[in-house]
């Protein structure tokens, strides 16, 4: 499974996708918006993305935290359970 993290500095709910991503013991590529790719070019190349964190897995675009999580939870990767 091929997962990419685009982040912005300071973003707690970034933070939080990629602590679920530890969670489900997925690895990920983790880029910085700004630093890593440019504002232009992450508008261009993922239009529907309006908010941070940006998830995409299997070239499928996810979305945020939310839609991470429901989607991990779908597919039986993250129990909503807790320990």
Do not use: N, W
């Not at 990419?4 to 918006?33: E, H, N, W």
């Not at 239009?47 to 979305?63: C, R, S």
Request: with cysteine.
């Amino acid at each position: 499974m091929k997962i990419q993290i685009f982040t912005i500095p300071g973003c707690s709910y970034c933070d939080k996708v990629k602590t679920l991503m530890k969670r489900a013991k997925l690895d990920y590529d983790s880029y910085v918006v700004g630093q890593d790719i440019s504002r232009e070019t992450m508008v261009k190349r993922y239009p529907l993305a309006k908010g941070y964190p940006y998830v995409i897995i299997d070239g499928e675009p996810i979305g945020g935290l939310h839609q991470t999580a429901k989607f991990l939870l779908d597919k039986g990767l993250v129990s909503s359970r807790k320990k």
